[in-house]
Structure formats: C-alpha cells, structure tokens
C-alpha cells in the first residue's frame, strides 16, 4: 500500500515512548530483588501507536514528536523506518526519550504501568509554527493528551485554521479548557475520558448519548465514545449511532484498542468515509489488535481490516 500516490495523507502529533514490560508473579517489596518470568522491550506512546495503526491501515503518515539523544529515540526511528513512517519532524530534546514501566501480574494479566513522558513534554507550541505546511496537505490531524497542553492546543488550532479536520484523542483523560473544544472535529474518548471531560458516567448507550450531546454543546463536530467491548456510539447533528465491535478472534491483550481504533478511524475519515463507517473501520481495526499481544506490534495491516469487514458485512 505504501508509495501508492493515492494514499490520504494524515499527520500525528504525540508521544513516543519506550515500553519496557515485566512479567512476574509478584510485586517485590522495598528493598527486595525479586525474579521476573518475562521482559519485552518495545515502542509504545499513544500517538506513536496510532501512527503505526494508520500506517499499517493503508494511510502516508508523518508524525511529529520529540525524543531524547539516547538508545530509545534510536527505537523510535527504527520504528518508523520499519512502518514506512515519516519522522522528518520527530525533533530531539536535551532530556530522555519517554519510557514506561509496566510490571504484569504474570497470572492475572492486570498491570500496573510508571509513565516517564520526558522529552515529549518538550514539543513547545512555536516549534509547530514551522509544520504549517506538513500539516495544510495533511487530509487530517490527530493528536492526544501525552503532550505540553499549550502545544496540543496549538497544534489543534493551527490544523484547524489551515482548514484540516482534527481528531483529538483526549488521552489520558484531564480536563481541558473549553476552547479546545471548537478546534475539534471529532473527539474519541472512552468511558473514563469521558467522565472526566464531562461529568457523566456512561455505563449505558443512553449516557453516552448524554455525554456526545455535552461535546457537541461545547463545540465540537462531532462525538465518538469509544466503549471497549460494546463498541462506539457516535453522534453529529445529524446521524447518530451504536457502532457494533468485531469479534476476531479470543482476546489477548487490550492495551492498544484505543489507539488501533484512533488511528484505523483516521485512515477512513481520511479516505472520505462518514462518520459511522468511519467508526466501524476503527472498531474493525481494534478487534484485530486484541487478538495479539503488545502495542503497537498488534496493530493490523489493511488486507486483515478489509477481509475482516467484508466478513462482517451482513452486520448492520
């Protein structure tokens, strides 16, 4: 798919950080050395995930961001060689590239995770000023919650000024000042996101349909509350939906979902889908990525999204 002149064209704007997971039976206490049973290292970050997603889902991508002068931002790189992404404006910071610590309970499969963002925390708003034209012949923009508040906002702005639809993944969920919101085309926020941003819990369809009508009251496009297992419900002025998740297969790891369906949904809306069948490609990329394991090594390529929806096609 790549190299086809056809491609839309989307840039992500967000976090690279280096997953370093642990796998043991217990936590050990202060003070003790305790043996673990497995360790993964690879590359993670919210908007580099959803970068990969959009890549392996059939879209150019370029990605802005910043690392370290360290071993993990030589990863990052590695990374986007490997995906065919371009990280001509993946900056370098005098501090650590990001990394995460995530220790899994080798039975139970929870985990726990130390987040460091480190040098992404430096992406300042002026340095965005010089990607006006990355982003003017981008046919979206998305970006997330793992960067300096002022830069996501932004960058938002600028997209939105140069006319480029914007995604925002509110990710991790914190509250905003309200003029983010009219810079926003579409907003993705799960459960918890949600909760945070607006105040209402969703544990039902109607509740979402409650918290959609609260982000477009305050000014955004349109709404899509992502909802794990149940799917996505969407709602713009005009259309409203409960889009259905897929079922690939037994689930392996959930840790990416969101990130598979921020970037899968990019890539449809890019490709000039609605909102709805937008959000059913997303929710068809997510349900392949929970069926292995990792991040952004679980994301699908388009062949398996394609095969996978037209399995699907009788479903509403």
């Given at each position: 798919?790549?190299?086809?002149?056809?491609?839309?064209?989307?840039?992500?704007?967000?976090?690279?950080?280096?997953?370093?997971?642990?796998?043991?039976?217990?936590?050990?206490?202060?003070?003790?050395?305790?043996?673990?049973?497995?360790?993964?290292?690879?590359?993670?970050?919210?908007g580099s995930?959803?970068?990969?997603?959009?890549?392996?889902?059939?879209?150019?991508?370029?990605?802005?961001?910043?690392?370290?002068?360290?071993?993990?931002?030589?990863?990052?790189r590695?990374?986007?060689?490997?995906?065919?992404?371009?990280?001509?404006?993946?900056?370098?910071?005098?501090?650590?590239?990001?990394?995460?610590?995530?220790?899994?309970?080798?039975?139970?499969?929870?985990?726990?995770?130390?987040?460091?963002?480190?040098?992404?925390?430096?992406?300042?708003?002026?340095?965005?000023?010089?990607m006006?034209?990355?982003?003017?012949?981008?046919?979206?923009?998305?970006?997330?919650?793992?960067?300096?508040?002022?830069t996501?906002?932004?960058?938002?702005?600028?997209?939105?000024?140069?006319?480029?639809?914007?995604?925002?993944?509110?990710?991790?969920?914190?509250?905003?000042p309200?003029?983010?919101?009219?810079?926003?085309?579409?907003?993705?926020?799960?459960?918890?996101?949600?909760?945070?941003?607006?105040?209402i819990?969703?544990?039902?369809?109607?509740?979402?349909?409650?918290a959609a009508?609260?982000?477009?009251?305050?000014?955004?496009?349109?709404?899509?509350?992502?909802?794990?297992?149940?799917?996505?419900?969407?709602?713009?002025?005009?259309?409203?939906?409960?889009?259905?998740?897929?079922?690939?297969?037994?689930?392996?790891?959930?840790?990416?979902?969101?990130?598979?369906?921020?970037?899968?949904?990019?890539?449809?809306?890019?490709?000039?889908?609605?909102?709805?069948?937008?959000a059913?490609?997303?929710?068809?990329v997510?349900?392949?990525?929970?069926?292995?394991?990792?991040?952004?090594?679980?994301?699908?390529?388009?062949?398996?999204?394609?095969?996978?929806?037209?399995?699907?096609?009788?479903?509403?």
């Amino acid at each position: 798919m790549h190299g086809d002149a056809n491609a839309p064209r989307i840039t992500v704007m967000g976090s690279f950080a280096a997953d370093l997971a642990f796998r043991t039976d217990r936590l050990p206490a202060w003070g003790e050395t305790f043996m673990g049973s497995a360790f993964r290292l690879g590359p993670g970050g919210k908007g580099s995930n959803q970068a990969v997603a959009a890549a392996r889902a059939g879209a150019e991508v370029s990605f802005i961001g910043k690392v370290g002068n360290d071993p993990f931002a030589e990863l990052a790189r590695s990374t986007y060689r490997q995906e065919h992404i371009d990280a001509r404006y993946l900056l370098t910071s005098e501090n650590p590239t990001g990394a995460a610590a995530i220790i899994i309970d080798a039975r139970s499969g929870e985990n726990s995770i130390i987040v460091v963002p480190g040098a992404c925390l430096n992406l300042a708003p002026e340095e965005l000023d010089g990607m006006k034209e990355l982003i003017a012949a981008s046919a979206i923009f998305v970006t997330q919650l793992e960067l300096a508040l002022p830069t996501v906002e932004h960058g938002l702005k600028l997209a939105h000024a140069l006319g480029v639809p914007t995604i925002l993944n509110p990710a991790p969920g914190c509250k905003l000042p309200e003029s983010v919101f009219p810079c926003c085309d579409y907003v993705t926020p799960n459960e918890s996101e949600t909760e945070v941003l607006t105040g209402i819990r969703v544990s039902s369809a109607a509740d979402a349909e409650r918290a959609a009508d609260a982000f477009l009251a305050l000014g955004v496009r349109n709404a899509i509350i992502t909802l794990g297992a149940q799917g996505a419900f969407v709602k713009n002025r005009t259309a409203k939906a409960l889009v259905p998740s897929f079922d690939a297969g037994p689930v392996v790891e959930t840790t990416g979902a969101g990130d598979a369906f921020n970037g899968g949904f990019a890539v449809a809306l890019a490709e000039g889908r609605d909102l709805i069948a937008a959000a059913r490609f997303g929710c068809a990329v997510a349900g392949l990525s929970v069926t292995r394991h990792g991040t952004a090594p679980s994301m699908p390529y388009r062949a398996e999204v394609d095969a996978l929806l037209a399995d699907h096609a009788h479903r509403v």
